[in-house]
């Protein structure tokens, strides 16, 4: 079986929020022609305002009540 290829990642939908801490972006994707599936990541700002990936984790009610509307738009694509 052949390894994960960038390339037949097709990204349909995504839109990003950003809080004060970090970047929640809100994604549809459809790996070779797949079924197209949500995903949800974080990237954390250092002190500098870079941004890192993290692992999503816990959400604060803020970030939910944000992330939500974005998760609608998103299921369309699904």
């Not at 995903?39 to 992330?67: C, D, H, P, Y």
């Amino acid at each position: 079986m052949a390894g994960f290829d960038k390339n037949l990642d097709k990204e349909l939908f995504s839109e990003s929020l950003d809080f004060e801490k970090s970047k929640v972006t809100v994604a549809v994707f459809a790996y070779n022609n797949g079924t197209p599936k949500l995903q949800i990541g974080r990237e954390n700002k250092n002190a500098a305002g870079e941004l890192s990936f993290a692992k999503l984790g816990r959400m604060t009610k803020e970030e939910v009540e944000k992330v939500m509307p974005l998760m609608e738009k998103a299921k369309k694509f699904l």
